[in-house]
C-alpha cells in the first residue's frame, strides 16, 4: 500500500428518512478543521434513497465534496449495501481518514468497512486532531474503565478511521454561499445479491426524555442518599426548567432510569448550565458532561474531584445549598 496515494477526510452522512443525524454535522465541523489542518479537500458519503436534496446541506455544513449514492437498494440501511458504498468509494478516491458517529449505525458500518478494507478503527473517539505532515489521525478516547484517555494511531494502513460520539464535535453554522461539488456514484447491486431483506421497522418507543438536546441540566448523584432525596433534584430542576440528569450508581439504585444517566455507558451532554450534585465526579461521570458550558458542583466533601471538573464549587450539604438556590431564583 502507498500511504501517499491517499488524500482527503471523509465523513459519512447518516441520515434516517430524509434527516441527517445531528452526529454528521458535528463531524463535518470536525473534518474540516482536520482537512484544513491537512490542506486537503472534505467529503461527505451520502447514501440513501431520495436523499440528493441533502447534499446542498452536507455542502453548507463544510464539505467540498458529497459523493452521492442515491438508489432505492439504499432504502433502508443495511450492512451489506452501505458497506459496498463505502468501500467502493474509499478503493476508488482514496481518501485518507473516514469518520462515523458513534451511534449503532456507524459503529456497524465502520467496522464491517474496516474488516473489509483491512484496516484500523478507534471506536467511540472523544477527540481527533491528525498531523499536518504526515496525515496520522489522532483519535482518542477514553479506556481501561475511563481511567485513562488512550490516543490511538494506525500508523500502516488507510484509510484510517474512527467512530465519534455525539455532541462532542461542533458542527459549524451553515453557510448558503458555500460551494462543493456533488458526484454521483452507484453499485453494481442487485437485489437478488444480497442476503438480508428489510421485512419491517419496528419502531422503538421514543425516549421519554432527550438529555442531549437539554439546556440545562441539575444531576443528582448517591450523596442525595436515597429516593426521596433525591425528589430534591426533581424539585429543583422543575423550579428552573432544566432537565434532570444523574450518575450511574443513582440509576442503578433504582431511583431514576437509565435515560438519565449521565456519562461513559449514559449519555454525553453539552447543556449551557450542569449542576452536578452529590456527585463525587468519577471520570466515567466527567467525560459524558465535561463540555458543559458552565458547571456548577455542590459537594460536601472539600477534596472531592467533581471541584477539578467545574467552573464553580459550592462546599456545602446539598440539603442546606440548594433550598437556598431555589428560594433565590423565586425571588429573582
Ligand atoms: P459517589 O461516588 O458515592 O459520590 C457521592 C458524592 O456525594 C461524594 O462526593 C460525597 O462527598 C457527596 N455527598 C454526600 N452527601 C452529600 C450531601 N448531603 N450534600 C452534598 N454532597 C454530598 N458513573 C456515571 O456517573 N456515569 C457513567 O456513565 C458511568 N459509567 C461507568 C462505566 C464503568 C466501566 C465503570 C467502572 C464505572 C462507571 N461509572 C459511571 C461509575 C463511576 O465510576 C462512579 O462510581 C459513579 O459516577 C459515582 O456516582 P456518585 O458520584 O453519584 O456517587
Known amino acids: 500500500m502507498n500511504m501517499d496515494d491517499y488524500r482527503g477526510v471523509w465523513v459519512f452522512i447518516e441520515q434516517n428518512e430524509g434527516v441527517i443525524a445531528s452526529v454528521s454535522l458535528e463531524l463535518l465541523g470536525a473534518g474540516r478543521r482536520l482537512a484544513d489542518k491537512r490542506g486537503v479537500p472534505l467529503a461527505g458519503v451520502l447514501v440513501g434513497h431520495g436523499v440528493q436534496p441533502l447534499a446542498s446541506k452536507v455542502i453548507q455544513y463544510g464539505a467540498n465534496i458529497v459523493y452521492l449514492y442515491d438508489d432505492?437498494?439504499?432504502?433502508?440501511?443495511?450492512?451489506?449495501?452501505?458497506?459496498?458504498?463505502?468501500?467502493?468509494?474509499?478503493?476508488?478516491h482514496k481518501p485518507e481518514v473516514i469518520l462515523y458517529g458513534a451511534t449503532s449505525t456507524g459503529k456497524d458500518l465502520a467496522s464491517a468497512v474496516a474488516t473489509d478494507l483491512a484496516t484500523g478503527l478507534t471506536a467511540d473517539?472523544?477527540?481527533?486532531?491528525?498531523?499536518?505532515?504526515?496525515?496520522?489521525?489522532?483519535?482518542?478516547?477514553?479506556?481501561?474503565?475511563?481511567?485513562?484517555?488512550?490516543?490511538?494511531?494506525?500508523?500502516?494502513?488507510?484509510?484510517?478511521?474512527?467512530?465519534?460520539?455525539?455532541?462532542?464535535?461542533?458542527?459549524?453554522?451553515?453557510?448558503?454561499?458555500?460551494?462543493?461539488?456533488?458526484?454521483?456514484?452507484?453499485?453494481?447491486?442487485?437485489?437478488?445479491?444480497?442476503?438480508?431483506?428489510?421485512?419491517?421497522?419496528?419502531?422503538?418507543?421514543?425516549?421519554?426524555?432527550?438529555?442531549?438536546?437539554?439546556?440545562?441540566?441539575?444531576?443528582?448523584?448517591?450523596?442525595?442518599g436515597s429516593q426521596k432525596g433525591f425528589d430534591?433534584?426533581?424539585?429543583?430542576?422543575?423550579?428552573?426548567?432544566?432537565?434532570?440528569?444523574?450518575?450511574?450508581?443513582?440509576?442503578?439504585?433504582?431511583?431514576?432510569?437509565?435515560?438519565?444517566?449521565?456519562?461513559?455507558?449514559?449519555?454525553?451532554?453539552?447543556?449551557?448550565?450542569?449542576?452536578?450534585?452529590g456527585i463525587s465526579g468519577a471520570i466515567q461521570h466527567i467525560v459524558g458532561m465535561q463540555n458543559s458550558g458552565l458547571i456548577i458542583a455542590i459537594n460536601k466533601d472539600p477534596e472531592a474531584p467533581i471541584f477539578q471538573s467545574c467552573h464553580y464549587g459550592i462546599v456545602g450539604d446539598a440539603f442546606e445549598i440548594v433550598p437556598m438556590l431555589m428560594e433565590a431564583f423565586e425571588k429573582a
Open 125 to 224: 473517539s472523544t477527540i481527533l486532531d491528525v498531523n499536518e505532515e504526515n496525515g496520522l489521525l489522532e483519535a482518542s478516547r477514553p479506556a481501561f474503565g475511563g481511567n485513562i484517555m488512550a490516543t490511538i494511531l494506525c500508523k500502516n494502513h488507510r484509510p484510517q478511521m474512527a467512530t465519534v460520539r455525539s455532541k462532542v464535535m461542533k458542527s459549524l453554522a451553515p453557510d448558503k454561499s458555500r460551494v462543493g461539488e456533488i458526484i454521483e456514484e452507484s453499485v453494481a447491486l442487485q437485489e437478488s445479491d444480497l442476503r438480508t431483506k428489510v421485512l419491517e421497522i419496528v419502531r422503538v418507543a421514543t425516549p421519554k426524555i432527550r438529555l442531549d438536546e437539554a439546556d440545562i441540566i441539575v444531576a443528582g448523584g448517591k450523596g442525595l
Open 72 to 92: 432505492l437498494i439504499f432504502k433502508d440501511y443495511r450492512t451489506e449495501t452501505y458497506m459496498r458504498a463505502i468501500i467502493e468509494c474509499s478503493e476508488k
Open 232 to 277: 430534591l433534584i426533581h424539585e429543583f430542576a422543575g423550579k428552573i426548567g432544566a432537565m434532570v440528569g444523574a450518575s450511574r450508581d443513582v440509576v442503578e439504585a433504582g431511583w431514576i432510569e437509565h435515560d438519565h444517566q449521565v456519562g461513559q455507558t449514559g449519555v454525553t451532554v453539552l447543556p449551557k448550565i450542569y449542576f452536578a450534585i
